[in-house]
């Protein structure tokens, strides 16, 4: 049976038309279904936001600032003062309970203050690694510095050990958490007007700062979600 062109180019514009309807009635849908992706913060008193009100710490910061630039993507606080990497390792089951898509480790500033050693701290944050590995999760490592006053070889074993474990993992890896205050700081004293009294936790503008360096990171480690 031969159609008329008339009728052939009639029925495909109405098929077409249809489909066209199809899909600008389902990417509303879509959309609406679409869901941030969801990175755990695993961390102590410096993700926990110690000090600070509720909207200064670093967590609610980094969400505003994923927010103001147009990411969508959501930090989820699971810091907890005075933790450990022994103490990030033990709780990582229930923190990643809600099955987060990715996770920022933040940890080793506490193993510092009590001088405990390096090789432990090595071992708790491969146990980490090796858990986000299992569950394909991307991590970014975040570093820690030790300090002069426990020696040299102290200082080189700890300082190596984010490096090392995110070149192991293939992690994204930023050397310092404090570097991200002052990229360049030789002296404790250039940190001090970013500080809590207490020297060892930022101020919210420390934080401000922070987040600002931190927050592109955040971006490159969403983008590694599958």
Do not use: C
Request: without cysteine; glycine residues 10%.
């Amino acid at each position: 049976m031969n159609l008329s062109p008339t009728i052939v180019s009639f029925g495909y514009g109405a098929l077409r038309l249809a489909r066209n309807l199809t899909l600008t009635l389902l990417l509303p849908i879509s959309a609406a279904w679409a869901e941030p992706v969801r990175i755990l913060a695993l961390g102590d008193s410096l993700t926990a936001g110690y000090g600070l009100n509720d909207a200064e710490g670093l967590v609610p910061q980094l969400n505003a600032w994923l927010a103001e630039n147009g990411k969508d993507v959501v930090v989820i606080n699971a810091g907890v003062s005075g933790d450990t990497s022994a103490g990030g390792a033990s709780r990582l089951a229930w923190a990643l309970g809600d099955n987060p898509a990715a996770m920022m480790v933040l940890l080793g500033g506490n193993d510092l203050l009590r001088g405990l050693p390096p090789e432990e701290t090595r071992a708790n944050l491969h146990a980490i690694l090796t858990e986000a590995q299992a569950r394909a999760m991307p991590v970014l490592l975040i570093g820690m510095k030790a300090p002069g006053n426990f020696g040299p070889d102290y200082k080189q074993n700890f300082d190596r050990i984010y490096a090392d474990l995110a070149a192991e993992f293939g992690a994204l890896h930023i050397d310092s958490y404090f570097g991200l205050l002052v990229p360049d700081a030789t002296d404790p004293a250039q940190l001090s007007p970013y500080m809590q009294p207490d020297g060892i936790h930022p101020n919210a503008q420390g934080v401000k700062i922070i987040t600002g360096n931190l927050g592109p990171h955040l971006v490159d480690l969403a983008a590694r979600v599958k």
